[in-house]
């Protein structure tokens, strides 16, 4: 699926993530620079702190508890739509999406 990244500084990214790809690896591979992804992807970092757009909310399930553990630990400020980019397994019913990434990370 196309999937748009939105830097807080308005840079805009548009990549072909592989089925299955979390957001967060896609990101890191491509230099989408607002994703961190410290820890390699298992929920312990939460340097991958995205904001979904309602798209990729209807298609996503709820977090699960880990997730929402770790984003209790967000460093910019914790929205509704806030979700790990490394919890988020590219699907084909997510095709144009766009996640928007926070000012800092950490
Ligand atoms: Fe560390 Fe997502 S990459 S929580």
Redesign the pocket.
């Known amino acids: 699926p196309n999937i748009t990244f939105i830097e807080a500084n308005g840079q805009s990214t548009t990549l072909d993530v592989p089925e299955g790809w979390s957001l967060?690896q896609a990101a890191t591979a491509n230099g989408v620079e607002g994703i961190l992804?410290?820890?390699?992807?298992?929920?312990?970092?939460?340097?991958?702190h995205c904001y979904v757009d309602d798209l990729m909310a209807k298609v996503l399930a709820a977090p699960a508890q880990g997730e929402l553990d770790?984003l209790e630990n967000v460093a910019d400020e914790r929205r509704p739509n806030s979700r790990?980019?490394?919890?988020i397994k590219a699907s084909a019913a997510m095709d144009g999406a766009t996640v928007r990434l926070p000012a800092t990370q950490e």
């Open positions: 967060m992804g410290e820890c390699g992807g298992s929920c312990a970092c939460a340097t991958c770790m790990l980019a490394c919890q």
